[in-house]
């Protein structure tokens, strides 16, 4: 039974590339991406040979760093692969004895494992020049990996009932949006850290060596300085903390074969919600429901979250440079990607399109409340974004340029997005899902489409982006007011126009939008 659950999640990690070309290009990228990182890696402690105390806490550290990553990421942010989870085969009848060990077998196969296992062996070489200290590096950095796969089922297993709550998987993909988005600053902000902190590195590592993160890894340290003594408690350790991680992980896995997934109660509503706030006309029916998806749906979040995020590394980056000029694109940047949101918004709806297409709205109802919905989002923080950087300086000539702009820019880009998402349709994480998921299949198709839209949303923007250079170059204040009448007169008409062209082809192609959004392509 072992090796049949093995044999079957190869064939399912075959079938996964066999699905198409676009991702098996993409796999091979990241693959090859991951690869060159770890090259880098063993690079880097290849020259670290023969400082036995420094090569002590630098293992120690990564191989808790790897753990803690497997213990964070797949299980709270962004998933596993969960075709073999225990609750498939809770119709098979099979012995718990033999389930268990063939899942935690199998959840080695896959390309994530096989990439930690790979960069452990690489960082192992630093002890290259003692052989018996190399052995137990690699013995260590299997232990390592073992012990971070096995951490990572466990976690999966114990978050499955939380994942299933809406309110669970919206944090975890605040979280992961605020990782990625802010992952250069950290990354730089941990740097600094490090090397004003260098002092505390060999504490932090002889703590880490105690516990279940960098128990193996400190082996190979301790052996190399000749602290026998203390390698067999570091071994010791390891050994206790993964036996009792596989006796829960077996535990959690015999336990979810039996029990059934957990069900959400489904929210009882209470009003009408902006149904009540709308006018009672068609476009105000889609912009109240287009309001309820900025509310609730997570996969709208990503432009209001944009908001606050970029006033952050703007003034970071600002801290480092000592210049904040960006603060001031702050309102048209805000503008473009809040616009730019609204893009797939026929995509998103998925089967929920068809109260649309089957109440026969008119195509401009359609364009005009979903954009209304976003105008009504984003208006105010443009605003503030457009304003407020001036205000704070004190170069107020700055200021009716660069609300002129911001809301050009916003009006531009909601126009485009109207006729974009009626004419092109593609591939969307589902509602529920992660909306950081990457849906297989058109990868290609989905990021030309992206590119396009925002470079039609610059090229219109040029005609305001001209007297706001000049604007900007000889501080004139009359070319700001000149920015502010070209922005709203040129971003009010092409709002105008998008929604009457995207109005256009949402009626001629309503049937082929339902059918495209059914089947999610």
């Avoid at 498939?88 to 935690?104: D, Q, S």
């Avoid at 976690?155 to 994942?163: E, K, N, S």
């Avoid at 476009?283 to 509310?295: E, M, N």
């Avoid at 950087?389 to 531009?412: E, M």
Wanted: glycine share 10%; net charge positive.
């Amino acid at each position: 039974m072992v090796a049949h659950v093995l044999s079957l999640k190869l064939r399912l990690l075959a079938n996964g590339f066999k699905r198409s070309i676009g991702q098996l290009i993409g796999v091979i990228i990241g693959g090859l991406y991951a690869l060159g990182m770890i090259v880098m890696l063993t690079l880097a402690v290849w020259f670290t040979a023969g400082e036995i105390p420094f090569q002590a806490d630098i293992f120690t550290l990564i191989g808790s760093a790897v753990v803690l990553a497997w213990a964070i990421v797949p299980p709270l942010l962004t998933g596993v692969d969960l075709t073999l989870e225990p609750s498939r085969f809770v119709h098979f009848g099979i012995p718990e004895k033999t389930l268990g060990p063939a899942l935690v077998l199998a959840g080695f196969i896959s390309i994530p494992a096989a990439l930690t296992i790979v960069g452990l062996i690489g960082a192992s070489l630093m002890w290259r020049l003692d052989a018996a200290a190399l052995t137990l590096a690699l013995v260590a950095a299997i232990a390592t990996a073992v012990m971070a796969i096995l951490l990572c089922q466990y976690l999966v297993i114990m978050a499955t009932a939380l994942r299933a709550k809406r309110r669970f998987r919206e944090l975890t993909f605040v979280l992961l949006f605020v990782v990625l988005v802010g992952l250069g600053p950290i990354l730089s902000s941990v740097f600094s850290a490090a090397l004003s902190l260098g002092d505390w590195v060999s504490p932090i590592a002889a703590v880490l060596g105690y516990t279940p993160l960098g128990a193996f890894a400190a082996v190979p340290g301790a052996f190399a300085a000749g602290l026998y003594g203390q390698m067999a408690i570091h071994l010791l350790l390891g050994v206790i903390y993964l036996g009792g991680l596989y006796l829960l992980l077996a535990r959690a896995t015999a336990k979810a074969t039996v029990t059934p997934p957990p069900e959400q109660r489904a929210a009882t509503a209470k009003g009408l919600g902006f149904f009540k706030l709308l006018p009672a006309t068609p476009t105000g029916a889609v912009a109240a429901r287009a309001l309820t998806y900025w509310l609730k749906d997570p996969r709208y979040a990503i432009g209001v979250l944009i908001v606050p995020m970029l006033p952050l590394l703007f003034w970071f980056t600002g801290n480092q440079t000592g210049s904040y000029a960006m603060m001031y694109v702050l309102g048209p940047m805000i503008g473009i990607l809040m616009g730019f949101s609204i893009s797939a918004d026929i995509s998103y709806d998925n089967t929920a399109f068809a109260l649309h297409a089957l109440t026969g709205i008119s195509g401009r109802a359609d364009r005009a409340g979903r954009a209304l919905s976003c105008l009504l989002v984003a208006i105010i923080p443009v605003l503030a974004a457009a304003i407020l950087p001036g205000l704070i300086t004190g170069s107020f000539w700055r200021i009716p340029g660069d609300l002129g702009l911001s809301l050009a820019a916003l009006f531009i880009a909601l126009g485009v997005s109207s006729v974009a998402s009626a004419r092109y349709t593609y591939s969307v994480p589902l509602p529920g899902d992660n909306p950081m998921k990457t849906p297989p299949g058109n990868g290609l198709r989905v990021a030309l489409t992206q590119i396009l839209t925002m470079l039609v949303m610059g090229l219109l923007l040029i005609p305001v982006l001209i007297p706001y250079v000049i604007g900007w170059v000889q501080q004139s204040q009359s070319l700001g007011f000149i920015t502010l009448g070209a922005g709203l007169v040129l971003g009010v008409l092409l709002l105008l126009g998008g929604i009457a062209l995207g109005g256009k082809w949402y009626e001629k192609r309503t049937p082929e939008l339902m059918q495209a959004v059914m089947l999610n392509k």
